[in-house]
C-alpha cells in the first residue's frame, strides 16, 4: 500500500515541478534513473535521501503524505506569498477564497 503511495504521489509532485524523471534525478545528484526506479516502485529511498527531496521539491515530508493537498507545491508558493501581505490584502484575498471554495 505505502509503495504504491510513495511511487504514485512522487511521480506526481515531479510533474507539478515540471521536471522528467531524469531531470529531477540529475537535479538532486544521483544517478539518471534513480527517481524512476522510486516511481516504478523498484525502491524506496532512505530518510535521509526522502529528506533531500522533500527540499527540492520544497515541501515538508508532512506534505508529502497529507492524502487530502492533492497540490503541496502550489499551496507553499501560495503560502510564501501571502505571508508578504498586509492584513488588509490578506482579509481580501480571504474573501475571495472563500467565495471561490462554495462555488
Not at 527517481?35 to 516511481?39: D, K, Q, Y
Not at 520544497?58 to 508529502?64: A, C, E, V, Y
Given at each position: 500500500?505505502?509503495g504504491?503511495?510513495?511511487s504514485?504521489r512522487m511521480?506526481?509532485l515531479?510533474?507539478?515541478?515540471?521536471l522528467?524523471?531524469?531531470?529531477?534525478s540529475i537535479?538532486i545528484?544521483?544517478?539518471?534513473?534513480y527517481?524512476?526506479?522510486?516511481?516504478n516502485?523498484?525502491s524506496?529511498?532512505s530518510m535521509?535521501?526522502?529528506?533531500?527531496i522533500?527540499e527540492?521539491l520544497?515541501?515538508?515530508?508532512?506534505?508529502?503524505f497529507?492524502i487530502?493537498?492533492d497540490?503541496?507545491?502550489k499551496l507553499?508558493?501560495?503560502?510564501a506569498?501571502?505571508?508578504l501581505?498586509?492584513?488588509?490584502?490578506l482579509?481580501?484575498?480571504g474573501?475571495?477564497i472563500?467565495s471561490?471554495?462554495?462555488?
Open positions: 500500500m505505502y504504491q503511495f510513495f504514485e511521480a506526481r515531479r510533474i507539478e515541478k515540471g522528467s524523471a531524469y531531470e529531477m537535479s545528484g544521483r544517478g539518471r534513473n527517481i524512476n526506479t522510486i516511481e516502485k523498484k524506496l529511498p535521509t535521501e526522502f529528506f533531500y522533500c527540492f520544497k515541501i515538508t515530508p508532512q506534505d508529502f497529507a487530502d493537498n497540490n503541496p507545491i507553499n508558493e501560495i503560502m506569498d501571502l505571508k501581505l498586509n492584513e488588509n490584502d482579509m481580501h484575498i474573501e475571495v472563500k471561490l471554495a462554495h462555488t
